[in-house]
Nanobody, 120 residues
Framework: QVQLVESGGGLVKAGGSLRLSCAAS????????MGWYRQAPGKQRELVAT???????NYADAVKARFTISRDNAKNTVYLQMNSLKPEDTAVYYC??????????????WGQGTQVTVSS
């Protein structure tokens, strides 16, 4: 089994910054893509940013130039640096990882979510 544990959420004023972390642990052979998604109240879960194990990144238009995704493969950890936060960024943020637990077994995992609240 693989566990994803997020940290770094909280309450911040508009224009402020937060850094989310997500550490993967367990029976890991290799982690491929990692990413962050978010879900605001009454809305569907949406992609925020993804990063491959070769460090290629992809961002939702709403966060481009404000958020930066990165990863530390030695620590099996992905980060999301969020700057210039807006009230509309308020959501539960979920970590996602595509993990090979063996050479032949590949599965997608989700973290439990961390709340980010941006006040105006």
């Amino acid at each position: 089994q693989v566990q994803l544990v997020e940290s770094g959420g909280g309450l911040v004023k508009a224009g402020g910054s937060l850094r989310l972390s997500c550490a993967a642990s367990g029976s890991i052979f290799r982690i491929n893509d990692m990413g962050w998604y978010r879900q605001a109240p009454g809305k569907q879960r949406e992609l925020v940013a993804t990063i491959t194990n070769g460090d290629s990144t992809n961002y939702a238009d709403a966060v481009k130039a404000r958020f930066t995704i990165s990863r530390d493969n030695a620590k099996n950890t992905v980060y999301l640096q969020m700057n210039s936060l807006k009230p509309e960024d308020t959501a539960v943020y979920y970590c996602n990882a595509h993990v090979r637990t063996t050479l032949w077994t590949y599965r997608e995992y989700w973290g439990q979510g961390t709340q980010v609240t941006v006040s105006s």
